[in-house]
């Protein structure tokens, strides 16, 4: 026997093939030529996922790895290269084993793995908890317990989990736990939906509603970093779609850890997007399907392959299989589709978009800096221009509202972004999001132009929530509510798990209460921060006083909320309760430290019915704008410093209504310049037309 040499840990792989006795009994040459071609497949996997194969007899094969993940992912990869030839039985187990001079392995480790080889079904793989225990949140999501399981010659139970599900047509696991409609697509069958009150459809809807799930990748992080941009490039091909909606990013990947039947039910989705991304070098195919939810059939399952070079184009190609999947039309192609981008330089695109989309600090400085080294790299990638144009704009409004603002360093950053999406719109005119933060880089209160940008932007991308909701912020800011309405519930049919703050906001703003707080108390639950100062406010107006007190309580209110900002609002509340305070005297001398506090003392002034004190926080403000200074505006303008610039929805709520039906709220517009936007287009915002107003918008204010 070979001499001991040392003891470790190890994820162990334990492979045979199923019936392999019978085979060799029928033909015994026939038999070996699959062990050998079986086994020639097994190595180049195992080794493809930094493994080795430390033993072999027969027709079993013992492999060993370094960490789970490699584990697992080998096991799936070898169930499907071998779907189609050899059935195979897989156990997986970490466990110690010992290592021998000859490299082979012994142990308990070992005994475990091969005894889960043996509870498995043909193509199937059976793994321990303390193989599942160290994989991500997404790939246990493969796995189903099945309890603990006394295994053969062992005294103790082992936690037992299997894989959930076999091998479809495309080379995809169909998870029948998570997504139980594929549970007949090996043979084409319809697919049949689990208990769920699903009502069929006697006709299809004239814009269906597709749900691009994140696609799955069991090849390693860079792989997964695929799978999902190509998922969120596909979302914003699609939004780009007329005759089709898509769900947003943030509300289909937030449900892809759930099974299909529930993600499609709190989407409203009619269609489904999945697959799985695979890649080979320099080689990436994608075997994707769609799934008709309601008609409970598989309309397509095909494999997408192309050079990773022509990533763009094979996410063009999978979406417009997805919209004549859906409504029976071709989709024309775009000028994007053939664009060609290096490997590298798409993964640095890729990583710098998932750093943006965070919107944490350092996050969004590292996005800069990949993003940075992707347009150096590849000067004609126009989204890269774009989004890198979107991490600047958020680095710069970060930067000049952080508790120690570098006003230069915000104004050399909106400088930047201006410049890197003008760059986007000069390599592909149609990048909505380009446009966007474009608008949003307006000289401040050029609100026309900024209106102007956000309608292009929505012509462009219908169907992008990011999108509609830029657009209803420049509306709501400039009192269109009733527009403003129109894109944010259109964008609730696309985003329906976003906590919904400014349409709460627009509905109460139209007397719309019963639905406002119907939402508000959704977006309680979903985003209890996002949501506590609505919350807060919406009590005030109820004059629920006891409740908003109890959210301005320890542990009730969010970290960020300081013990100042407590203060001022338990003054506030004891002035509407009729008790003794300074509420006036506090709110006004917040004013006073700059004008970004301007309006919440305006606004919390005019709850207390404080008109004169209102008007008079604002008349003291303009000394902060432009024109009190005796400069112009400019973009530098809003990042030089603080500015005062009113906007029209600042008292839209029912219970601000004295405040803006006062002459001198008109007169407050005119620093924000929207007086004359209105003036100028003869659209006159929706708070006008209100015939308790005291005065006429369009006949002139002393108009200067």
């Not at 940075?372 to 126009?382: G, I, K, L, S, T």
């Amino acid at each position: 026997m070979p001499a001991e040499r040392a003891r470790k840990l190890a994820a162990i792989v334990s492979i045979d093939i199923a019936g392999f006795s019978a085979m060799s009994e029928r033909d015994s040459a026939a038999a070996a030529a699959i062990v050998r071609e079986t086994g020639e497949i097994i190595a180049r996997t195992v080794q493809h996922y930094r493994g080795r194969i430390f033993n072999t007899a027969g027709d079993g094969f013992m492999a060993e790895f370094a960490t789970a993940r490699d584990a697992i992912a080998c096991a799936i990869l070898t169930l499907r290269r071998l779907r189609d030839t050899t059935a195979v039985r897989i156990g997986a187990h970490i466990g110690e084993v010992t290592v021998l001079d000859n490299n082979d392995l012994l142990g308990h480790g070992v005994n475990v793995a091969a005894r889960l080889r043996a509870l498995a079904t043909p193509r199937g793989l059976v793994v321990s908890e303390a193989m599942v225990s160290p994989l991500s949140a997404r790939m246990k999501r493969l796995f189903v317990g099945k309890g603990p399981v006394l295994l053969e010659k062992m005294t103790a139970s082992v936690a037992v989990f299997a894989l959930a599900g076999n091998l479809g047509p495309v080379g995809r696991l169909r998870l029948m736990v998570r997504r139980p409609w594929r549970a007949a697509m090996a043979a084409g069958a319809v697919a049949v939906l689990a208990a769920g009150g699903w009502l069929i459809a006697t006709r299809e809807p004239a814009e269906p509603l597709i749900a691009v799930m994140a696609f799955d990748a069991p090849d390693g992080e860079k792989a997964e970093r695929i799978a999902v941009g190509l998922a969120d490039e596909i979302i914003m091909d699609l939004a780009q779609t007329p005759q089709i909606r898509v769900a947003a990013r943030a509300s289909s990947f937030k449900v892809s850890a759930e099974k299909d039947v529930d993600a499609a039910r709190k989407l409203g989705a009619h269609y489904v997007v999945d697959g799985v991304v695979r890649l080979d070098g320099e080689r990436l195919r994608v075997d994707a399907h769609l799934v008709d939810a309601r008609r409970r059939n598989v309309v397509w399952a095909k494999r997408f392959e192309r050079d990773a070079a022509f990533a763009f184009a094979l996410q063009e190609e999978i979406a417009g299989a997805v919209v004549t999947g859906a409504t029976g039309r071709v989709r024309q192609s775009s000028a994007q589709s053939t664009a060609q981008v290096s490997p590298d330089v798409f993964d640095l695109y890729l990583q710098g978009r998932a750093a943006r989309l965070t919107r944490g600090h350092e996050e969004v400085q590292q996005a800069i800096g990949l993003l940075q080294q992707a347009v150096a790299r590849a000067p004609e990638f126009a989204r890269a221009w774009s989004e890198l144009a979107g991490a600047q704009l958020i680095r710069a409004d970060q930067v000049r509202l952080d508790e120690n603002p570098d006003h230069r360093a915000a104004v050399s950053l909106a400088r930047a972004a201006r410049a890197s999406a003008e760059r986007a719109l000069e390599l592909e005119p149609r990048d909505a999001y380009a446009l966007a933060v474009l608008a949003g880089l307006q000289t401040p209160g050029d609100w026309r132009a900024q209106r102007r940008l956000m309608d292009r932007a929505v012509e462009i991308a219908p169907g992008d929530a990011t999108v509609l909701r830029a657009r209803a912020r420049v509306l709501s800011d400039m009192g269109y509510l009733e527009l403003a309405r129109a894109d944010l519930e259109r964008a609730r049919t696309l985003d329906p798990l976003d906590p919904q703050m400014l349409l709460i906001w627009t509905m109460e703003a139209q007397g719309d209460a019963g639905r406002a707080r119907g939402l508000l108390a959704r977006a309680g639950e979903i985003a209890p921060n996002t949501s506590w100062n609505t919350r807060l406010l919406f009590h005030i107006f109820d004059r629920r006083y006891a409740d908003a007190l109890a959210l301005l309580a320890p542990g009730a209110r969010p970290a960020s909320v300081s013990d100042a900002a407590v203060e001022r609002f338990t003054a506030l509340i004891d002035a509407l309760r009729g008790r003794r305070t300074d509420a006036i005297g506090v709110w006004r001398a917040l004013a006073r430290e700059g004008p970004a506090r301007a309006e919440d003392a305006i606004f919390a002034l005019a709850l207390m019915g404080r008109h004169d004190d209102a008007f008079a926080v604002a008349e003291e403000a303009r000394a902060f704008t432009p024109a009190g200074k005796g400069a112009s505006l400019s973009l530098d303008t809003a990042y030089e410093g603080p500015v005062a610039l009113f906007r029209a929805d600042l008292a839209a709520a029912p219970a601000l209504a004295g405040l803006r039906r006062d002459r001198r709220y008109l007169e407050m517009m005119k620093t924000s310049g929207l007086y004359t936007a209105w003036r100028e287009s003869g659209e006159w915002p929706d708070f006008c037309a209100d015939p308790a107003l005291g005065y006429r918008c369009d006949a002139g204010v002393n108009a200067r």
